[in-house]
């Protein structure tokens, strides 16, 4: 706010505080009242459309580029990757399934040119609905700064008003009283003049532009309809175009795929949080079998682990779960081997319960387990309270422990 703005205002104060309190008259036009009705809905409409175009371009703009991104990201996963175990030792290669590849591409093919349809639309949407309605949202501002100015030039007119009813009413006045009257006709003629300047010209342009409301506001609503309508319809036969590749199961709804595959991440993010091995090449197509075929018949999930070879290390059997790498003789695309940091501890097995230790607990009997702060327990027994004593199995040691002490994993 300018000076001279804040002058204004602290002039007008007074007159205000007695609008509010009831000590002033306010002047009324009930006819601009009327139209000012009218342009609050104009103006809420006009507002609320805007806002909603904005939000579907945004969100149609957000879903194709996602479709791009996501066809690329997967084509460049599944390319195949070339890498050595050693800077001297011979090229490995690892092998994608066909039908994953096939499918990646499939859909690529299908998104790509989905993705430059929808943004010339989008594009065509911004030039009809998107700038047009910001246009008048621009002008319908203007118009309600202008409706303030009003009232503020009310306000200076009845202001003014009231001083000279004041002074005219005085039966018998001095020079004093004459000056003082002079000034506030003065002042009151100004008032009078740019109240009304701005009055006549909003009864003129506001009902002009309620009007023109439904010559605008309605073919908007079809507009925005028919932009609709068209990349719905150009999704649609994306999907249907997808169908034709077996890879794409539309049978179940996208929730109940996940579900399906989320074991899948569990298994991988398990891999990655008990393995410390370190292979310098991707996982080849077997170990991605075992991962499916774990999926498959999680059921019948079972580790076993075989004797200690002769350097004391661990060695996991065919059955191991899929965060171990196994050496198993009978897959036909055997993981390459890589060098080892030191043994890893035990993994966990699918069927059993482990628990995290988020306390020390020294063992107070002799059937007690003692263990340490994030020690992983394996549970033989346990109960639905977590109030109860559970029986564990840590290094070897069974034993007994309060539940309190752990949470599960």
């Not at 309600?144 to 006045?173: C, E, G, M």
Request: hydrophobic residues 35%.
């Amino acid at each position: 706010m300018s000076w001279r703005g804040f002058k204004k205002a602290v002039d007008r104060l007074p007159q205000n505080i007695k609008l509010k309190t009831g000590f002033a008259h306010a002047s009324t036009d009930d006819q601009f009242r009327v139209y000012e009705n009218q342009f609050k809905l104009l103006e809420e409409e006009v507002s609320r459309l805007l806002g909603d175009a904005r939000q579907y371009r945004t969100a149609i703009t957000t879903l194709i580029s996602h479709q791009n991104e996501i066809g690329n990201s997967m084509k460049d996963i599944y390319a195949p990757i070339s890498s050595s175990l050693l800077d001297d030792g011979p090229s490995i290669k690892t092998s994608v399934p066909a039908d994953s590849m096939q499918a990646v591409e499939t859909y690529v093919q299908i998104t790509n040119p989905v993705f430059q349809q929808i943004s010339g639309i989008l594009y065509n949407f911004d030039e009809r609905v998107i700038n047009p309605l910001t246009t008048l949202a621009g002008f319908i501002t203007s118009i309600r700064k202008l409706i303030n100015k009003r009232y503020h030039k009310l306000i200076d007119y009845d202001r003014h008003k009231t001083d000279v009813d004041k002074f005219r009413a005085k039966q018998s006045r001095d020079i004093n009283d004459e000056k003082k009257l002079h000034k506030s006709g003065q002042a009151f003629e100004i008032a009078e003049r740019e109240y009304k300047d701005i009055n006549n010209l909003l009864m003129e342009e506001i009902p002009i532009l309620i009007q023109e409301k439904q010559n605008f506001i309605i073919p908007m609503f079809y507009i925005i309809y028919q932009y609709q309508l068209e990349i719905s319809a150009i999704l649609f036969n994306s999907m249907e175009e997808m169908k034709k590749c077996r890879t794409f199961d539309f049978s179940k709804t996208a929730k109940q795929g996940f579900k399906e595959k989320e074991g899948n991440l569990t298994i991988i993010d398990d891999m990655f949080k008990y393995n410390t091995f370190s292979p310098t090449v991707s996982p080849s197509s077997g170990v991605m079998a075992r991962i499916s075929s774990l999926n498959r018949s999680k059921s019948t999930r079972s580790a076993s682990t075989s004797p200690n070879d002769g350097n004391g290390s661990p060695r996991l059997s065919a059955a191991a779960p899929a965060y171990s790498h196994s050496r198993s003789t009978s897959s036909p695309n055997p993981a390459p081997s890589f060098k080892r940091s030191p043994p890893p501890p035990p993994p966990k097995a699918f069927n059993k319960v482990y628990v995290k230790a988020i306390y020390d607990y020294a063992a107070q009997d002799s059937g007690d387990l003692t263990f340490n702060t994030d020690d992983i327990i394996e549970v033989v027994e346990k109960t639905e309270s977590t109030n109860d004593w559970w029986v564990g199995k840590l290094n070897g040691k069974s034993g007994n422990f309060p539940a309190n002490y752990v949470t599960m994993m």
